[in-house]
Nanobody, 122 residues
Framework: QVLLVESGGGMVQTGGSLRLSCAASGRSFSTYTMGWFRQAPGKEREFVSR???????SYADSVKGRFAISRDNAKNTVYLQMDSLKPEDTARYYC????????????????WGQGTQVTVSS
């Protein structure tokens, strides 16, 4: 069992930055691929970024070059640095843990946090 708690969301203006954190409890954090997903009202949950236990990472095209994912296995925490934010980044952001190294689909992640809201105003 892995419990995930996100933090760091908030409201920013276009062009601003936020850093999301996801603290995990449970064993073997370093062996999980950690993912960030987001869901806007009326839309499906979509992949944002992922990082494997060996720090291999990937991003959705919509955030590439603006967002950066990282993890600190000593702190059981994964981060999402979000820069140059746009109104279309407004969504609830979820942290997830799974065993599929290159997973980008929600179904490939077994554990989920409750999410943190990010709102970008124009």
């Amino acid at each position: 069992q892995v419990l995930l708690v996100e933090s760091g969301g908030g409201m920013v203006q276009t062009g601003g930055s936020l850093r999301l954190s996801c603290a995990a409890s449970g064993r073997s954090f370093s062996t999980y691929t950690m993912g960030w997903f987001r869901q806007a009202p009326g839309k499906e949950r979509e992949f944002v970024s992922r990082i494997s236990g060996s720090d291999d990472n990937s991003y959705a095209d919509s955030v590439k070059g603006r967002f950066a994912i990282s993890r600190d296995n000593a702190k059981n925490t994964v981060y999402l640095q979000m820069d140059s934010l746009k109104p279309e980044d407004t969504a609830r952001y979820y942290c997830a843990a799974g065993r599929i190294k290159y997973g980008t689909a929600p179904a490939q992640y077994a554990y989920w946090g409750q999410g943190t809201q990010v709102t970008v105003s124009s």
